[in-house]
Each structure stands twice: as structure tokens, then as C-alpha cells.
């Protein structure tokens, strides 16, 4: 997994594979018969993943030999069915999964001017929300003048969306009928570089205010030739990790990698979110817990300093000081 959002070829294939598993998924009981699966794409999905119905079919193929996706015999006809590896894939990529279709079709914007006017105004719905986050339509009545004066019906704001979705400005959740959209902190950050001075009067609350004042404050705190540390996604955390982990031992040529350097270089690389107890520890025992690296307690702790032991992960009777590669576990 990187820590950028991946380039457009692998971004396509993603979600082409996340739309078909949760098509899939999301068919009664998990399972799509034929006859459903050959039904016609909905037009916005198939123009924007260019994925016609034979494109869909050898691509579910590919998914049922690489085990996402099994054929079963269900009295005199075939259906997919999604596997328990196909389940835990989506779980990991829900958010390559394309915005719901909306009504009307796309108003192109030539101008770059009015590409990010878009985007402000589509992000500024989002500061004063409630936790679950916004439907369309909900956010269809939110600042309506300027959403007609920047022609952004439901399709164009569906569009735009989708591209704030895929650099992970905004985060999505479903349900059976809909879909609700909340900002990042990215998204956040983001909004604090943007202009809104073409928006005249605009009404916020305290707590949105609030919000975008704080991001303003942080954005001063970097100068130009100093941004300020990148926001890691969840999905992100455990490659970095892994990454930080590799250069600790490379750089002091060990086998084992002491947990409170690779925080170190988590915390001068990314945001504090990402060396927090609950994201970072959480991301080394997850590890531990998947089998994808050893991580090692440490026997004598007078032999490592207060600052290392409160840099490492802190376990019930126990301080986990340092990550192995499984591979050179075992040879070891």
C-alpha cells in the first residue's frame, strides 16, 4: 500500500474491482445470478470506470480465480458469490468504491477558476454537519444560490465529489438506500488554502467557525518552504509503518528495529494522529496480530531509556521494544 493515492491506471483497476465486489456484496444473501449481473451498468459508473458489460465480465472472471468471487450451482442456474477473502479486499478498498449515480448530466468546467470554486464550496458543505455526516440530499439545500450560480447539479456535484473522495478529502458511508459524506483531516487542511471571496455573504456556525479557524492557525505555523506534515488514512498507516520499520533497520543494520524509532521517524514524516496511542500502537499489534511482523518485548528495562520505553507499545505486564521481519524470525 503507498502513502499516496495510487496513479490513474491502478486507481481505474481499483475501482473496477470494488464496484464488482460490492455489487456482488450488496445482492441478496451476497450472491448475483446471471440474469443480474448482465443487467446494464448505470451510465455515470460505466463512462467513468469505461467499463462496459464485457469488460465486467472478464474482470469478475479474473476475480473468481483469484478467489474474490466463487460460481455456485443454485438449482439449474449459476450465481457469484462473494468469498471471505472477497469481503475482507472490499472492507480494505470500501473507499474505491464509485459515489452513487446521480440525476442530470455532468456541466463540464473548461475553466480551472471554476474547477476550484467547485470544490471550495462542495468542501465548505461539509464543515457544519452533523458527526454521521451529509446525504446529497441533504446537502443539495446547503448554500443552493451559489450551487446554481457554479451550475453544479446533482450529477457535476456527484462528479467532483468522487475526485474529493479518491485524494481522501472526503470519506463516504453507505447505507441500503444512500450515502453520507464527511471532511477529512486532509479535507480540512485542504480547505484552509482555498479562496472563498467569490462566495459574498455566507452563514456559518460557532462550531464551524471554530473549526476553520483552527485550521487556519495551523496552516500559518508552516512556511512555504516547510509545509506541514502529511495526514496518513488508516489504510495508509500500516504502510508506512512497515516502511519506517525497514529504514530503522537498514540504517542501523539490525534485524530488529527498536518501535521508539520508528516512531521517531512516523512523527517527523506525518501528523501526531499518526504516532498516537490509538492509531500507531494500534497499527503494531495489528501487526503482530496478522503475522506480518515479530514484535518483540523487551526482558531488561533498565537497559533502555524512560523516553524509549514510553516511545514504545505499551501491553498488559509487558513493553514491546522491537519488530522482526517474520521471514528473519524464522531463519534466525
Not at 30 to 43: E, F, M, Q, V, Y
Not at 296 to 308: P, R, V
Request: with cysteine; charged share 30%.
Amino acid at each position: 500500500m503507498s502513502d499516496h493515492p495510487p496513479r490513474c491506471a491502478e486507481l481505474l483497476y481499483l475501482k473496477r474491482q470494488a464496484f464488482l465486489l460490492d455489487q456482488v456484496a450488496s445482492a441478496r444473501d451476497g450472491k448475483l445470478s446471471r440474469t443480474d449481473a448482465n443487467k446494464p451498468i448505470p451510465k455515470q459508473i460505466q463512462d467513468e470506470l469505461t467499463l462496459d458489460a464485457a469488460t465486467a465480465g472478464d474482470f469478475r472472471r479474473e476475480m473468481v480465480s483469484r478467489g474474490l468471487l466463487a460460481e455456485q450451482k443454485v438449482k439449474r442456474s449459476v450465481v457469484l458469490a462473494i468469498t471471505e477473502a472477497g469481503r475482507t479486499l472490499l472492507r480494505d478498498n470500501h473507499f474505491y468504491v464509485p459515489l452513487r449515480p446521480a440525476k442530470g448530466e455532468v456541466n463540464d468546467a473548461d475553466d480551472s477558476v471554476l474547477r476550484q470554486k467547485r470544490v471550495a464550496l462542495l468542501l465548505l458543505q461539509l464543515v457544519d454537519i452533523p458527526e454521521g455526516g451529509h446525504t446529497p440530499a441533504d446537502l443539495k439545500k446547503k448554500f443552493e444560490p451559489l450551487q446554481a450560480k457554479l451550475k453544479l447539479n446533482s450529477a457535476t456535484a456527484r462528479f467532483v465529489r468522487g475526485g474529493l473522495a479518491d485524494v481522501r478529502f472526503i470519506a463516504v458511508t453507505r447505507t441500503a438506500r444512500s450515502e453520507k459524506y464527511v471532511l477529512t483531516e486532509a479535507g480540512h487542511s485542504h480547505l484552509g488554502t482555498l479562496s472563498f471571496e467569490d462566495f459574498g455573504k455566507l452563514t456559518l456556525s460557532g462550531s464551524a467557525l471554530t473549526r476553520l479557524l483552527r485550521v487556519a492557525r495551523a496552516s500559518e505555523v508552516y512556511p512555504p518552504d516547510h509545509p506541514p506534515p502529511l495526514v496518513l488514512t488508516p489504510r495508509d498507516l500500516e504502510a508506512a509503518v512497515l516502511a519506517a520499520s525497514e529504514q530503522v533497520r537498514r540504517d542501523g543494520n539490525t534485524k530488529l528495529a527498536p518501535i521508539c524509532e520508528v516512531r521517531a521517524i512516523m512523527r517527523q514524516r506525518y501528523d501526531e494522529a499518526a504516532v498516537s496511542r490509538d492509531a500507531f500502537d494500534e497499527c503494531i499489534l495489528e501487526l503482530r496480530r496478522s503475522k506480518k511482523q515479530r514484535v518483540i518485548s523487551i526482558s531488561d528495562k533498565s537497559s533502555a531509556t524512560g523516553e524509549q520505553l514510553r516511545d514504545s507499545v505499551l501491553a498488559v505486564g509487558e513493553v514491546f521494544f522491537y519488530l522482526e521481519n517474520i521471514d528473519e524470525s524464522a531463519s534466525g
